[in-house]
């Protein structure tokens, strides 16, 4: 059984930084495409960063320089840097897991409908 859990949400002022983790249990995890998504209230899911078995990142644009995603394939975790926080970053996080690869071994794409494994989410809220 695939099991997704996140955590390091949490309340913060504008301009601060948080780091998000994600425990991954019950899959093969090299062989899965790791991502971040969001969803703030009133909203659609959105892809934050995603992260090919073996290091290849891809990032929305509108956070490309704010988040670093990374990803310990010893420990089966996900994480997620998050600097210069913003109050539209207020959103509830997810972390997602999509077992099939590209023929180069990368994620196959940033899409909400590709990622079958998805945690229960964690909230961060962001202060002006």
């Known amino acids: 059984q695939v099991h997704l859990v996140e955590s390091g949400g949490g309340s913060v002022q504008a301009g601060g930084s948080l780091r998000l983790s994600c425990q991954a249990s019950?899959?093969?995890?090299?062989?899965?495409?790791m991502a971040w998504f969001r969803q703030a209230p009133g909203k659609e899911r959105e892809v934050v960063a995603t992260?090919?078995?073996?290091?290849?990142?891809t990032y929305s644009d509108s956070l490309n320089d704010r988040v670093t995603i990374s990803r310990d394939n010893d420990q089966n975790t996900l994480s997620l840097q998050m600097n210069r926080l913003k109050p539209e970053d207020t959103a509830t996080y997810f972390c997602?897991?999509?077992?099939?690869?590209?023929?180069?071994?990368?994620?196959?794409?940033?899409?909400?409908?590709?990622?079958?494994?998805w945690g229960q989410g964690t909230q961060v809220t962001v202060s002006s």
């Open positions: 997602a897991g999509d077992p099939v690869l590209n023929v180069n071994g990368w994620c196959r794409s940033s899409l909400r409908a590709d990622f079958q494994y």
């Open positions: 019950g899959i093969t995890y090299t062989r899965v495409c």
């Open positions: 992260v090919s078995p073996y290091g290849r990142t």
